[in-house]
């Protein structure tokens, strides 16, 4: 199920179950999305990309769906692993910025 | 491809001391290098954008004679924390932007691992 502690939304599953993480995003203006996935103590590490011009991009068991109308991103992981267990972050880009904003995060537990 | 690696990975120091932080773009070269600092369970906040060859540019909040920033060349840059005191304790991350996109939208930034300070 998914909770919402102090700081970060937490997302739990059974290994094997399809997850899916949201995110909402506030700028109009933006154009390019990306989600990054961040394991305890490193750097964040790119999965997939979309550009506002899309509404949903493939990768290896992720799935990218952009909202614009309601301004929502999701990611969608397949037959989640427990390596998949992390942070989650959607990040957006605002035309003519070089600047990222980064989303809260969300945790995502995958038990065996 | 798109390694970043910063050094060192963690570091402790004494109050008052600097510290020096290297990010490198290993296999790609990068004008545009990002600063990030990070808290526990929580999200990354962006400090500064280093761009080779002329000054960073520092987002509202951040003392920019606390946090030096040189990007010496395209494919490093410095995050030297001046005076360091226990509240400077915290995860510091870079990202670079390449240069060539081989195929990613230019917007597109690469993480180093991140380095821990703890100063005591």
């Known amino acids: 199920g998914e909770s919402v502690g102090l700081h970060l939304p937490t997302l739990s599953v059974q290994e094997g179950d399809n997850s899916i993480i949201n995110c909402a995003y506030s700028n109009s203006a933006s154009d390019y999305f990306i989600w990054y996935k961040q394991e305890s103590g490193k750097g964040p590490q790119f999965i997939i990309d979309i550009r506002s011009n899309m509404d949903k991009r493939q990768g290896q068991r992720v799935t990218v769906l952009l909202n614009k109308t309601v301004k929502h991103l999701s990611l969608q992981i397949a037959a989640t692993q427990p390596g998949d267990s992390a942070v989650y972050f959607c990040a957006e880009n605002i035309a003519g910025y070089s600047t990222l904003t980064f989303g809260k995060g969300t945790m995502l537990l995958v038990s065996p | 491809g798109a390694v970043v690696s910063q050094h060192p990975s963690r570091v402790i120091c004494k109050s008052g001391t600097s510290v020096k932080i290297e990010c490198r773009s290993l296999?790609?070269?990068?004008?545009?290098m990002f600063w990030y600092r990070q808290f526990p369970k929580q999200s990354l906040m962006l400090m500064a954008t280093s761009n080779e060859g002329s000054k960073a540019t520092y987002e509202q909040g951040v003392e920019k004679d606390k946090f030096l920033i040189n990007h010496a060349s395209l494919t490093l840059s410095t995050l030297t924390v001046t005076s360091a005191h226990p509240e400077d304790s915290s995860f510091y991350i870079c990202s670079a932007r390449p240069d060539r996109h081989r195929g990613k939208y230019q917007e597109t930034q690469y993480f180093g691992p991140g380095t821990r300070l703890l100063v005591l």
């Open positions: 296999d790609f070269q990068a004008t545009t």
